[in-house]
């Protein structure tokens, strides 16, 4: 195991966040990473919940609550100001859950990334609508129940490929990561930290009270998700060199399903079919990795 | 106050011929307001032009509705009745045509002046792909016919607008300013 | 120095001349000569200016409310849909206290798809918090920006100046351009109280309670309230700097007349000539109105005193009302002693002309149609 160097903590105790809440461990992995020196941009969504009512806030470093559709295009503005006024070192984060990312931040998340505007943007991904209480997002997983998929009518379509729509804006730099992988996540963040133009990384952030499981399963449940490829771990370089990061070796999906209440719902033939696609991703992402490899070598 | 309108076809420089207008009235201490027909811009679709001029400020926020005078940069415009709108008895009217001043009026009753703008725009080889660039020689044309600028002027603000071609644009102006010839009832 | 130039040109001229740091926009006609012009500008290195070619005019505002974050002066220029997609974020500019400059090209709501000019996109914008300047002519497009960045910066509330669409964006006229170091020393560079600094870290826009909120609207309406303070200062700082005055009500020729026909945006010019050429005989002055958001009520009822009748020609149509000038009018002067008689027109939808000729029948009408204070006249192209 690698030493794990302790950084300075940029987020204050007592969120507005549920007990076991994936997002709050991302945010403080995020912003350790980052430092001091960084600004906040985030929407409508968890992330702007748990960060606490005015007076209080959890953020040590300025923070702003944006429009929901507008993470992307109010941090490109925020680091085009800070450019402008000289104040070049500054990070800008953008950080925005699934729904802000997946669907009404989806336009100003591809024109900021089209224009390779140089900031952070992070989705925290929880796979639904949560602090509204639990409804479908285009980031839920086929299968999952949500209030606006309920048990009759569970949500039929495999989750939106974000990283792949990403890819194909040939931004310099693409992330999944899981809070289960701290050591994976910082490294990515740092590596982000680095690099100029838009950095775009997903984190998969478990959600026990929209996922319906035991609070103290969180980490659990985001190591799951990467073992068994549902949430594979990768990087994309350029929009085109694929890289996979280390996870351990590949489990059937079936104990990540049945650990959680959302999929309550699903038949034997409900979790074949469910393995058969994430098998498919997994290997056209290991083709994606060989062929990188061979191009590259 | 003196209102003007140039109509030509999209492509054809009225827009531009308006500002040159514009620009010489405004140099030898008139207030002028020049604008463009409203719409979308479409090749080859008639498109029109105004423009006001006057010694004081002019205030007036709506189209040319009666012209004093009307230049044409392409003869079939005269059946086009959005161009003709607005135009009466007294509007004086110059035509771009081949034909030779004294044959034919086109139908028109009013003054009518006639030059052959595209011959002089070809003979100074101002063209485009598909459009002779007639909107300096009509713009010479008109000084002429009119007596209301003088060429001096038209050519200097030629010199400033006209982005290629500048000494050929202003040729066209003054061989126009020359060959305009009023046509007699 | 005089130039001619459309009012776009103009309003785009005003906002190189005030170099903002952050511009964003996306094109729509008719305000696309105004995005071409900065683009130019900042090509060519005359603007020092990050100008982000958004995707959208909800991108648009949303970057340059990122860029008033950090301190920065900031502008967009948009036009009737554009505006409308902006709305949200109108109220998430002025509810931040970001002092966003907006040019609005007025152009008709769709729909059906229309070009021409009336005030429903910035009139939609009413209760959004956000300023609202409007101009008759070329030279007040520019020099109303000036004066709005200085406005709005003061007062901490996003501020549009709104140009009539094609009969203002698109006609060319004679121009006083300022000197640039009169404008340096008219507008310095911003200086933001609040911001987004890892230096000093404050967390904006978060959850409040109830009492907050409402007390934080109480400040947006005290300061508001104030901006009319605020602008005629400005204006009197503009007139030492240019040479030219400005007021939020404006009156022309309405001494010893019993009618003001009450205007905004360009069709004041038609009125103002309209004035001159027949004011005696008719009997009728112009008040126009610059200032639409504050509600300059006091300069109003200064204005109109002496009047025995106001006729408010509304280019603007709030469906199931009617006039929203004549409206905001009517409540302004409700109850003051001699209540005065308000005539409420409709003229000029979608860029319908309002001529001379137009206005002579429409006083008449007025002059010989008895009270006419319930109907809405409408001039009908």
């Known amino acids: 195991m690698a030493k794990v160097r302790v950084k300075e903590e940029l987020v204050y105790p007592g969120s507005f966040a549920c007990p076991g809440c994936g997002l709050m461990m991302a945010f403080r992995h995020v912003l350790r990473v980052l430092g001091r020196n960084t600004a906040v941009v985030t929407t409508a969504g968890c992330g702007s919940v748990v960060a606490g009512s005015y007076p209080q806030t959890i953020s040590k470093v300025p923070f702003f609550h944006c429009s929901f559709g507008t993470a992307a295009s109010t941090a490109a503005g925020l680091k085009a100001g800070y450019d402008m006024m000289g104040k070049r070192s500054i990070n800008v984060l953008a950080w925005a859950g699934d729904g802000g990312t997946f669907d009404i931040g989806l336009q100003s998340l591809s024109g900021a990334a089209e224009r390779n505007e140089d900031i952070i943007y992070v989705c925290y991904d929880n796979e639904a609508y949560m602090n509204t209480g639990v409804q479908r997002s285009s980031g839920t997983p086929m299968g999952a129940w949500t209030t606006t998929t309920p048990r009759e009518s569970l949500e039929d379509r495999p989750k939106k490929k974000m990283a792949a729509i990403m890819a194909a804006h040939e931004i310099p730099y693409i992330a999944t990561a899981s809070v289960s992988y701290p050591e994976d996540l910082d490294r990515k963040i740092r590596k982000a930290k680095g690099i100029k133009g838009f950095r775009f990384i997903h984190i998969i952030v478990p959600c026990p009270t929209g996922w319906l499981y035991p609070a103290s399963e969180t980490v659990r449940l985001g190591r799951e998700a990467v073992l068994s490829r549902i949430f594979p771990l990768f990087e994309i370089m350029a929009g085109k060199k694929y890289r996979l990061s280390p996870m351990g070796a590949k489990t059937p999906v079936r104990e990540y399903l049945v650990s959680q209440g959302r999929f309550k719902g699903l038949s034997e033939k409900d979790i074949s079919l469910i393995q058969e696609k994430v098998d498919e991703y997994w290997s056209e992402l290991e083709e994606l990795a060989a062929r990188s490899r061979e191009s590259h070598s | 106050m003196i209102e003007i309108k140039l109509s030509g076809r999209g492509g054809q420089g009225a827009v531009l011929a308006s500002q040159i207008l514009g620009s010489a009235f405004f140099k030898i201490g008139n207030w002028v307001q020049s604008f463009p027909s409203f719409g979308a811009e479409r090749r080859g679709a008639p498109v029109s032009a105004f423009l006001r001029v006057d010694t004081k400020e002019i205030t007036l926020r709506y189209g040319v509705k009666h012209p004093e005078w009307l230049v044409l940069f392409d003869p079939g415009l005269v059946k086009n009745k959005m161009v003709m709108d607005g135009v009466r008895s007294d509007t004086s009217i110059i035509v771009n045509s081949t034909e030779p001043a004294g044959k034919g009026r086109f139908g028109l009753e009013q003054r009518l002046f006639i030059v052959d703008a595209t011959s002089i725009a070809e003979g100074l080889n101002l063209r485009t792909t598909s459009f002779s660039i007639v909107n300096t020689a009509m713009v010479g044309a008109f000084a002429k016919a009119s007596g209301l600028i003088d060429l001096d002027s038209v050519s200097a603000a030629i010199g400033e607008l006209v982005p290629v071609k500048k000494e050929e644009n202003i040729a066209a102006a003054k061989e126009a300013y020359g060959k305009v010839k009023e046509v007699s009832l | ?381």
Not at chain 3, 70 to 91: C, D, I, N, P
């Open chain 3, 1 to 381: 120095m005089k130039q001619l130039m459309t009012g776009n040109e103009a309003a785009a001229l005003a906002a190189k001349m005030a170099k903002p740091q952050v511009v964003a926009a996306y094109p729509i006609t008719p305000q696309t000569s105004i995005a071409e012009k900065l683009a130019s500008y900042v090509a060519r290195g005359e603007l020092a200016s990050r100008y982000i070619k958004v995707e959208s005019e909800t991108s648009a505002l949303a970057a340059c409310m990122g860029g008033s974050l950090a301190g920065a002066r900031v502008f967009t220029a948009t036009s009737s849909q554009g505006l409308a997609l902006m709305h949200e974020l109108l109220h998430w500019a002025s509810g931040a206290r970001l002092p966003v400059i907006i040019v609005d090209v007025n152009r008709s709501m769709a729909a059906p798809w229309s070009l021409g000019v009336d005030h429903n996109d910035s009139l939609s914008q009413r209760d959004t918090g956000c300023i609202q300047i409007y101009c008759e002519t070329a030279q007040e497009a520019l020099d109303n920006v000036l004066i709005a960045f200085k406005l709005a910066e003061k007062v901490l509330l996003p501020t549009m100046v709104c140009l009539d669409g094609f009969y203002l964006s698109h006609y060319s006229e004679p121009v006083d351009i300022p000197e640039q170091a009169d404008v340096d020393r008219f507008l310095p560079r911003r200086k933001a109280k609040y911001r987004m600094d890892p230096n000093d870290p404050f967390t904006f826009g978060g959850g409040v309670s109830p009492q907050v909120l409402f007390g934080l609207r109480k400040r947006i309406q005290s300061d508001m309230d104030s901006a009319l303070d605020c602008f005629r200062q400005i204006c009197t700082q503009f007139f030492r700097y240019f040479k030219r005055r400005y007021r939020a009500v404006e009156s022309f020729e309405i001494k010893g007349k019993d009618i003001a026909l009450v205007t905004n945006g360009t069709l004041s010019g038609t009125v103002r000539a309209f004035v001159e050429q027949n004011g005696k005989e008719k009997g009728v002055g112009l008040v126009k109105m610059r200032l639409f958001r504050p509600f300059p009520k006091g300069e109003f009822k200064k204005a109109i005193k002496g009047l025995k009748k106001l006729v408010v020609i509304d280019r603007n149509l709030s469906p199931g009302s009617g006039g929203i000038f004549s409206q905001e009018i009517r409540s302004a002067i409700y109850g003051i002693e001699a209540a005065l008689p308000i005539v409420s027109v409709i003229g000029g939808l979608g860029g319908v002309d309002v001529s001379i000729e137009d206005l002579d029948r429409l006083v008449d009408r007025i002059r010989e149609g008895g009270d006419l204070q319930d109907e809405t006249i409408w001039m009908e192209a």
